[in-house]
T-cell receptor
């Protein structure tokens, strides 16, 4: 079976930095993606890591360690609009069924 | 660039009735996905198409769910007959063939089965 573990809820202060962790146990692994979903909205793509290391995109960074089956999403200079659910998702294979297996999500609440 | 379109946005039906959802992906995206998202959970893949062929439907409850993408563009997902546990948001997504990790989602259809 496949499993991804994320904290269910995180609360952080506006302007601060928050890290959302994701550990995975899957039958296949090609890469780790992160998606953001506001209440009532559609998931939107944030980042993707296929190789070990840190990928930076503006205020958001994502990290992957394949040897530890672990990744995280780092959000800097938090803004109120960052309050949303964040999902890590594993790409199970490169070819054929390239489907994403999603975690259960971390609900981030940013407080003033 | 137009995003993924879905309709209807909301649907309320009684159990044992049938329902259909429609999706039009981003132009040029050969791969189309249907997901089911139950409240408080992550999206769960139901079926994946590449052009008009099925790539993966291993998690589609085929006794009641069906989907098609006849011309390799838009797609429909049908449930017949619906059960109470089918209440969820049904999300359609599309991607380029070689960028399946970056999927573009539509607004979803919120289905309530009473």
């Amino acid at each position: 079976g496949q499993s991804l573990e994320q904290p269910s809820e995180v609360t952080a202060v506006e302007g601060a930095i928050v890290q959302i962790n994701c550990t995975y146990q899957t039958s296949g692994f090609y890469g780790l993606s992160w998606y953001q979903q506001h209440d009532g909205g559609a998931p939107t793509f944030l980042s993707y890591n296929a190789l070990d290391g840190l990928e930076e995109t503006g205020r958001f960074s994502s990290f992957l360690s394949r040897s530890d089956s672990y990744g995280y999403l780092l959000l800097q200079e938090l803004q109120m609009k960052d309050s949303a659910s964040y999902f890590c998702a594993v790409s199970l294979d490169q070819t054929g069924a390239n489907n994403l297996f999603f975690g259960t999500g971390t609900r981030l609440t940013v407080i003033p | 660039e137009a995003g993924v379109a879905q309709s209807p946005r909301y649907k309320i039906i009684e159990k044992r009735q049938s329902v259909a959802f429609w999706c039009n992906p981003i132009s040029g995206h050969a791969t189309l996905y249907w997901y089911q998202q139950i409240l408080g959970q992550g999206p769960k893949l139901l079926i994946q198409f590449q052009n008009n062929g099925v790539v993966d439907d291993s998690q589609l409850p085929k006794d009641r769910f069906s989907a098609e993408r006849l011309k390799g563009v838009d797609s429909t997902l049908k449930i017949q007959p619906a059960k109470l546990e089918d209440s969820a948001v049904y999300l359609c997504a599309s991607s380029l063939v070689d960028s399946s990790y970056e999927q573009y989602f539509g607004p979803g259809t919120r289905l309530t089965v009473t």
